[in-house]
């Protein structure tokens, strides 16, 4: 009897912890992408389907899902070379308040500052002004990869030789002071540098603690057999 009461208790013990061990995913904020237009803002994209706004040739496009400070990465790609851009940003959905780049903050992080690590062109690195800082647009939040219209401080990109030819744009970037910390689970980065397992909740793994608690029961069983 007192076996099968060990046995009940291993099993009630170890639905507590699977309970306890479930990760609740935290929240998007708000989204990221990459968004062009050409010099006659004739032909222009801003995110939704990829031939939208005159169709620049878009095959494909890889959002980034805003959770927290972290790193994320967003790309877009092309069917066939790029011909014609002249207008590119990393741009957000997430609202901005002020007017211009040194009065910009977020609406609801006035702390938050979203700043471009890295650009790659077909996989080549475009170099860059990373001091680039992030702006108020229409209402939301962006940085300039490069905008003809706006200072060279203003922008990441120093010109716009690298576009030329290239079918495949990926930004890297950070978002910091918000105070939330990003689901590292999230799929904002390539496959092999995501992160599979999150730190957040300050879990040991469930996995970890059942094998550590079975072992532990067949021990006592075994100790009472002996006994």
Not at 17 to 25: G, L, R
Request: proline fraction near 2%; glycine fraction near 10%; aromatic fraction near 8%.
């Amino acid at each position: 009897m007192k076996i099968k009461k060990i046995v009940a208790a291993i099993a009630a013990a170890a639905v507590a912890v699977s309970a306890m061990a479930v990760t609740v995913s935290a929240e998007t904020i708000g989204t990221a992408g990459i968004y062009l237009a050409d010099e006659a803002w004739g032909v222009q994209y801003w995110g939704g389907a990829t031939d939208a706004e005159g169709n620049m040739g878009i095959a494909s496009v890889t959002p980034a899902e805003i959770t927290g400070d972290g790193t994320y990465t967003t790309s877009i790609e092309f069917t066939d070379a790029m011909g014609h851009g002249q207008f590119f940003g990393l741009c957000t959905d997430i609202a901005g308040t002020g007017d211009g780049a040194e009065e910009s903050t977020f609406a609801d992080y006035p702390d938050a500052v979203l700043a471009i690590t890295s650009v790659k062109a077909d996989g080549n690195e475009v170099l860059g002004n990373a001091e680039a800082p992030d702006i108020n647009d229409s209402g939301l939040m962006r940085v300039n990869i490069f905008n003809p219209w706006a200072g060279a401080e203003l922008n990441y990109a120093y010109d716009l030789d690298w576009t030329s030819g290239i079918k495949k744009i990926e930004v890297t970037f950070t978002v910091t002071g918000m105070g939330v910390a990003a689901d590292t689970t999230a799929d904002t980065a390539p496959a092999e540098t995501t992160e599979t397992t999150s730190t957040a909740t300050g879990n040991t793994s469930a996995a970890v603690i059942l094998s550590v608690m079975a072992v532990a029961g067949v021990a006592a069983i075994a100790a009472k057999k002996r006994k």
